[in-house]
């Protein structure tokens, strides 16, 4: 039976993305992939086509098991013609989806455009962001399941200061805990230092995102 590969629900609450950048990033990939098949539709007729004038030139000059074995394959080809029309058929369909789901992404995405980012360099820029969502959603998930997070996932909170400090400031995380950290040097005697939040920033200062640019609002927002 045939069937779409994603249904429309699925594209818009299931799949990859926490954020409208990342979803974008999501969706546009599965659209590459339908538009694809689409083109393979093409394909599939010329190859039949070209089965036929096969044959035809066998029935003149080829061998009768050579026309009989062709004459098979064209007749398991055409078992399959009805499903896959409907297949490409429920292709299109979803393409329709997704250029519009893209279509509602892009009203609520643009305006936070940095001026002169193409979607690429946004999804960059958005990568903090949407790992810190991420995150966020699936400590939120332990701690309603479990009443507590796991050490995996404060681990990863762990990795920039972004997502840190974020999951402090909404209370997921008690905002008097600090990050360790050892000496840079292997040399030196081994210890554990305490990092303030302000100096953790300072370190990660080299992230893709700026948190200071990002709070003065360096965008063509407005």
């Not at 974020?166 to 210890?191: C, F, M, Q, R």
Request: net charge neutral; aromatic share 8%; charged share 30%.
């Amino acid at each position: 039976m045939a069937s779409k590969f994603n249904t429309e629900f699925n594209y818009r609450y299931q799949v990859i993305g926490n954020t409208p950048w990342e979803k974008i990033k999501t969706l546009k990939g599965f659209l590459e992939g339908r538009v694809r098949t689409a083109t393979l539709q093409e394909v599939g007729k010329l190859k039949f086509q070209a089965m036929i004038a096969k044959l035809k030139h066998l029935q003149k000059t080829g061998l009768e098991h050579e026309v009989l074995e062709l004459k098979a394959e064209i007749l398991e080809t055409e078992s399959f013609h009805q499903t896959e029309e409907e297949c490409f058929k429920l292709n299109h369909d979803e393409i329709k989806i997704l250029n519009k789901l893209l279509e509602e992404l892009y009203v609520i995405a643009e305006p936070t455009r940095i001026k002169g980012y193409t979607d690429e360099e946004m999804f960059e820029a958005n990568a903090a962001n949407e790992f810190t969502v991420n995150i966020g959603r699936e400590i939120q998930a332990e701690m309603l399941a479990n009443g507590r997070p796991s050490p995996a996932k404060l681990r990863n909170a762990m990795s920039n200061p972004y997502t840190w400090n974020a999951l402090k400031s909404v209370g997921l995380i008690p905002k008097e805990t600090k990050i360790l950290e050892g000496n840079i040097n292997p040399a030196l005697e081994i210890t554990l230092n305490v990092v303030e939040d302000n100096t953790f920033n300072e370190k990660k200062e080299s992230s893709v995102i700026d948190i200071k640019n990002r709070k003065k609002g360096i965008s063509n927002v407005g």
